[in-house]
């Protein structure tokens, strides 16, 4: 059991790793790190009486990176291209 936990542990390691590179070297040449996801967002402010107003924002352009995982504090651009409505609850 102990060396399967291993063995999986050190395969994410070298996957994680690897995408960092590919992001950080470009590797493949010529594909762009980084992009940009039209996202609409709103708010979703909770009232005394229970219910919930919501209140929308403009569309925004968000910068992702080109990537399986975040790296250098952007979302994976597969990841917000799949989530384009962002509530934010307050």
């Known amino acids: 059991m102990k060396r ?3 063995i999986t ?3 994410l390691l070298i996957l994680y790793v690897g995408d960092y590179l590919s ?3 470009r590797i493949p040449k010529g594909r762009d790190q980084f992009g940009v996801v039209k996202v609409q967002r ?4 909770g009232l005394k009486s229970g219910k919930t107003e919501f209140m929308f924002l403009g569309p ?3 910068p992702c990176v080109h990537s399986l995982f975040p790296h250098f504090g ?3 651009c597969w990841y917000l291209s799949r989530r384009k409505v962002q509530r934010i609850d307050i």
Do not use: W
């Open 4 to 6: 399967i936990l291993f």
């Open 9 to 11: 542990g050190l395969s």
């Open 23 to 25: 992001v950080r070297y």
């Open 42 to 45: 709103y708010y979703a402010v």
């Open 60 to 62: 925004k352009n968000l």
């Open 74 to 76: 952007y979302s994976p």
